[in-house]
């Protein structure tokens, strides 16, 4: 039987490191693989040569120097590897701020596009991207006009294109699997940083930006006589500017334990830890609150409604960006360990009964098999570029 070749485009690396990533690794490693193959393109910089994935394919791609041109060249070059190189029956772009090379990409394929959030809409004040913010919202016209099918992990963003460009956008969430907290060495991990097993607060992030909201988390925390240890996990080397602030915020009482790449471990940190801060001010759908509650971490959020469609009743929630009530809230959750079990008791059970992948990879595999269904999923080239449905 023919194999159908699926080349995904928008991520930078394998494994993942966070974000988008992690949720193509989740496909590409559950979908079928005795009908579908997975090719991936990945960022030559961030996985060399000597790095494999077992059953997938990787196309590294050398990409320019520039915080504003590594990812956008990343996926140009991609794109334009696949139009004269590639041979697949489908392409899956992911991130609608990718799709600015669907115009090429449409000249020979069918593509099933993939929102993960919409960076036009962070929070300006609190965004990396300066004078490059107000082009992201140009890619949602190619993501809406030229995409076969698009989904979106959020479901507050498929009903905002919906109502915008009058097109269909299917919700398909982020999924959870059954974690392994490695407990062990997370408690050596802890004793390496002076911590005690709940006997601190945690924040993670794969990548420490702004919008993730750790300088919340360390402004309340000032503002608290409570001796109170917090945990902060994640890359800071992507907005310097943004590292500098956070250190100037910290105290005595604030570990940065830098990335954590073993998932094992930093579930194990966040199982031992006695309350979860997440902070963030835009998310389209974040797996680490699906990860928290299943590992029965109690847990404060902001209010964003990304974060209250994931759980609606299930989470203390503070106003985003409110440092003052993250205070309030945090000061709550301390003194009311009870009443935040028993939130953590219901977070657990919607997780588990809500979100799960192989629900998720299964629709996946229906609109692969959907656009692939002819005897060549690919797209003639006409003259003028496929108008998307």
Not at 89 to 101: A, K, M, R, Y
Not at 145 to 163: C, F
Not at 282 to 310: C, F, G, H, K, Q
Not at 359 to 380: F, N
Request: glycine share 6%; with cysteine.
């Amino acid at each position: 039987m023919h194999k159908k070749k699926i080349a995904f485009i928008g991520i930078k690396s394998l494994p993942a490191k966070a974000g988008v990533d992690a949720v193509v690794e989740k496909i590409v490693n559950r979908f079928d693989r005795e009908r579908f193959e997975p090719i991936v393109y990945v960022s030559k910089a961030e996985v060399p040569p000597e790095v494999n994935y077992p059953g997938v394919r990787l196309v590294r791609i050398t990409t320019l120097p520039g915080k504003y041109f590594r990812a956008t060249s990343l996926f140009l070059f991609a794109a334009l590897h696949a139009l004269f190189r590639g041979d697949y029956d489908l392409i899956n772009v992911h991130s609608v701020e990718t799709c600015f090379v669907l115009p090429i990409l449409r000249l020979r394929y069918r593509v099933v596009s993939t929102a993960h959030g919409l960076l036009s809409q962070e929070p300006a004040e609190l965004s990396k991207w300066g004078w490059a913010r107000p082009l992201l919202r140009l890619t949602e016209v190619p993501f809406m006009s030229l995409s076969n099918a698009r989904t979106s992990v959020s479901k507050p963003d498929k009903i905002y294109l919906e109502s915008r460009y009058n097109k269909p956008v299917e919700y398909l969430p982020i999924g959870i699997d059954e974690l392994k907290p490695d407990v062990q060495r997370a408690r050596d991990f802890l004793a390496g940083h002076g911590l005690e097993p709940n006997g601190y607060m945690i924040f993670t992030a794969g990548r420490v930006v702004p919008r993730k909201g750790a300088h919340f988390v360390l402004e309340a925390l000032q503002g608290m006589d409570e001796n109170e240890k917090l945990l902060i996990l994640g890359d800071t080397s992507h907005v310097p500017e943004y590292t500098r602030q956070l250190n100037e915020l910290a105290d005595e009482r604030t570990v940065f334990g830098g990335f954590i790449a073993d998932k094992s471990l930093l579930f194990g940190l966040v199982y031992l830890s006695k309350l979860f801060v997440f902070p963030t001010t835009y998310e389209a759908m974040a797996a680490t609150l699906l990860e928290v509650a299943a590992l029965r971490t109690p847990l404060i959020a902001s209010d964003i409604p990304e974060n209250r469609e994931v759980l609606p009743d299930q989470a203390t929630f503070f106003k985003s960006a409110d440092v003052a009530d993250l205070r309030t809230k945090l000061r709550w959750a301390l003194a009311h360990p009870e009443e935040l079990k028993g939130l953590t008791d219901r977070a657990y059970q919607w997780v588990s009964e809500n979100y799960r992948w192989p629900v998720v990879i299964g629709r996946y595999e229906q609109l692969y098999d959907q656009w692939t269904g002819g005897a060549d999923g690919r797209t003639a080239l006409r003259g003028t570029v496929a108008g998307g449905e």
